[in-house]
């Protein structure tokens, strides 16, 4: 599919727009200090909320079999709830998740 030039330009003004409003708005709202503690959870929480919902569902995605990233997925909760650093909580789970696609492939019992 090809779009022309005009075409292309209006999708990247809309973006564009789109992007300011959502930063410009909460500026323009909210002029003074909010004190609301449910407003104040709700914006400290939501960034992790889109992170979650964006990584869960490319893990379950992104392997070529289930079961490997079920088991990266559980050594990366394991490890982050045990407070280890982000190297080695990712470099756990995709060691684990190399171990267990390469013995899913060369599994000898097929």
Same mark, same amino acid.
């Given at each position: ?22 930063? &410009? @708005?909460? *500026?323009?709202? $909210?002029? !003074? ?15 992790f909320a889109v992170l979650a919902c964006m990584t869960i569902p490319s893990i379950f995605e992104s392997t070529g079999n289930i079961w ?7 050594? &990366? @909760?394991? *490890?982050?709830? $045990?407070? !280890? ?26």
């Amino acid at each position: 599919m090809e779009i022309d030039f005009l075409t292309f330009l209006l999708y990247a003004l809309v973006c564009a727009l789109i992007t300011y409003l959502l930063r &410009a @708005l909460p *500026l323009v709202i $909210f002029r !003074r200090e909010i004190t609301n503690r449910f407003v104040k959870s709700f914006i400290y929480y939501v960034p992790f909320a889109v992170l979650a919902c964006m990584t869960i569902p490319s893990i379950f995605e992104s392997t070529g079999n289930i079961w490997s990233a079920v088991a990266g997925f559980a050594v &990366a @909760l394991i *490890l982050s709830l $045990f407070g !280890r650093s982000l190297l080695t909580v990712s470099l756990s789970a995709c060691g684990v998740v190399l171990v267990i696609e390469l013995a899913v492939r060369y599994w000898p019992f097929q």
